[in-house]
């Protein structure tokens, strides 16, 4: 079954220190994830695909097949960082199959 | 930088009623989904639209729920005799196709079910 799992409905860190949000996804095809983020009033938006490898915001997620995650990571947090992170995987039909979300606080 | 937009951004309804919830995707994008998230839950795939057609749809989209796309702006998505189950954010996304594969979502609009 298609699944995405993000073990922490919240994660609470001070400002600067590092930061590790987990995702672990079941697929049986060839994974293609992604981060979106949700501040506070605004839409979800695409943070980070792991194709394009990029760094976003200071913030990278490198895909681990062996262990079927996809965890986000910052060295150092900052306030603005204070968001819900979905973790999501699309679906040979183009669907996204979504985590339940991480609220991130970051406290100064 | 273009946006997809949604409007009502609040919708309360009376139980039995039918909404109709309306979105302008992207200009130039080619496929269309409605999402739901119920209050404390994940966010969960509605249905996909594509070339005015319905390409995929979840076990939550029953026969109830439409989509459409009646000029070439708006992405409907109706629900008849609304049940208080139906309260929930609904987020419309759109994708450009064409190799890309990142969707845009729109605001949300929240479905009240009373």
């Known amino acids: 079954a298609q699944r995405v799992t993000q073990p922490e409905k919240l994660l609470s860190v001070f400002k600067g220190a590092p930061v590790e949000l987990k995702c672990n996804y079941s697929?049986?095809?060839?994974?293609?994830l992604f981060w979106y983020v949700q501040y506070s009033r605004q839409r979800l938006q695409l943070l980070l695909r792991?194709?394009?490898?990029?760094s976003i915001k200071g913030f990278t997620a490198d895909l681990n097949k062996g262990e079927t995650s996809f965890h986000l990571k910052k060295p150092f947090a900052q306030e603005e960082d204070s968001a819900m992170y979905y973790c999501?995987?699309?679906?040979?039909?183009?669907?996204?199959?979504w985590g339940a979300g991480t609220k991130l606080i970051i406290k100064p | 930088e273009p946006e997809v937009t949604q409007t009502p951004s609040h919708q309360v309804t009376q139980m039995g009623q039918e909404v109709i919830l309306r979105c302008v995707p992207i200009?130039?994008?080619?496929?269309f989904y409605w999402y739901r998230q119920i209050l404390g839950q994940k966010v969960e795939f509605l249905v996909s639209?594509?070339?005015?057609?319905?390409?995929?749809k979840s076990e939550i989209f029953d026969d109830r729920f439409s989509v459409e796309r009646p000029d070439g702006s708006n992405f409907t998505l109706k629900i008849r005799s609304t049940k208080l189950e139906d309260s929930a954010m609904y987020f419309c996304?759109?994708?450009?196709?064409?190799?890309?594969?990142?969707?845009?979502f729109g605001p949300g609009t929240r479905l009240t079910v009373t």
């Open positions: 999501a995987l699309l679906d040979s039909n183009y669907q996204l199959i």
């Open positions: 996304a759109s994708r450009q196709g064409l190799g890309s594969y990142e969707q845009y």
């Open positions: 639209f594509y070339n005015n057609e319905i390409s995929e």
């Open positions: 697929y049986s095809g060839s994974p293609e």
């Open positions: 792991h194709i394009s490898r990029e």
């Open positions: 200009s130039n994008h080619l496929y």
